[in-house]
Nanobody, 116 residues
Framework: QVRLVESGGGLVQPGGSLRLSCAAS??????????MSWVRQAPGKGLEWVSS???????SYADSVKGRFTMSRDNAKERVYLQMDSLKPDDTAVYYC????????RGQGTQVTVSS
């Protein structure tokens, strides 16, 4: 079955940067045939869509992260990435990569904490 493993989270000061990585495996077809997404869950809140990347590499972002986050993919390595710059305390959450915006098949997540 599909397995997604996120990494790269940590504690960072406001204004700092982090790069999240997601290793994918178990897809029925070649990884490049699947769009992917990042979602997050802040403490006490529901799941929030962050970004998506299409088969062709087109990206879309939630308004809250647009201009600060960049999603990319490396099909040869079966990985997706989320470059997060100008981080804010409101970005504190567990970040998951997933098969779609609803968070389907998401992994165990990686904690991102933005605090001084």
């Amino acid at each position: 079955q599909v397995r997604l493993v996120e990494s790269g989270g940590g504690l960072v000061q406001p204004g700092g940067s982090l790069r999240l990585s997601c290793a994918a495996s178990g897809f029925t077809f070649t990884f490049s045939n699947y769009p992917m997404s990042w979602v997050r869950q802040a403490p006490g809140k529901g799941l929030e869509w962050v970004s998506s990347i299409s088969i062709g590499g087109s990206t879309s972002y939630a308004d809250s992260v647009k201009g600060r986050f960049t999603m990319s993919r490396d099909n040869a390595k079966e990985r997706v990435y989320l470059q997060m710059d100008s981080l804010k305390p409101d970005d504190t959450a567990v970040y998951y990569c997933a098969r779609d915006r609803t968070g389907s098949s998401r992994g165990q997540g990686t904690q991102v904490t933005v605090s001084s």
